[in-house]
């Protein structure tokens, strides 16, 4: 069993960084994988980055590219989205989640680990 509890979220302005963390509590193997989603009012759950906790093998959605990054801290057994050059439509519920497996994984149907999710609202 894997438990996952995010934290981070608030309030910032356009422009502006936010470090979402999610905690990972139970085994870690060397298998684990890890990905952030963002649900929006009205909107599909969608992927945003993924890690492959082995390797650190890192993968992007494009909307992200170049101003999220995905890390993780073994030692802490804590997972990272860095969030540079925010902007209004990254405004979401954003949700840590796990899975098993040696690939990559970008679906939310692929994960049966999920945190409660926590708020990111950007301000124009």
């Known amino acids: 069993q894997v438990q996952l509890v995010e934290s981070g979220g608030r309030l910032v302005q356009a422009g502006g960084s936010l470090r979402l963390s999610c905690a990972v509590s139970g085994r870690i193997f060397s298998t684990y994988y890890m990905g952030w989603f963002r649900q929006a009012p009205g909107k599909e759950r969608e992927f945003v980055a993924s890690?492959?906790?082995?390797?650190?093998?890192?993968y992007y959605a494009d909307s992200v590219k170049g101003r999220f990054t995905i890390s993780r801290d073994n030692v802490r057994r804590t997972g990272y989205l860095q969030m540079n050059s925010l902007k209004p439509e990254d405004t979401a519920v954003y949700y840590c989640?796990?899975?098993?497996?040696?690939?990559?994984?970008?679906?939310?149907?692929?994960?049966?680990?999920w945190g409660q999710g926590t708020q990111v609202t950007v301000s124009s």
């Open positions: 989640a796990g899975r098993l497996g040696n690939g990559y994984y970008t679906s939310v149907t692929e994960y049966p680990y």
């Open positions: 890690i492959r906790w082995s390797d650190g093998t890192t």
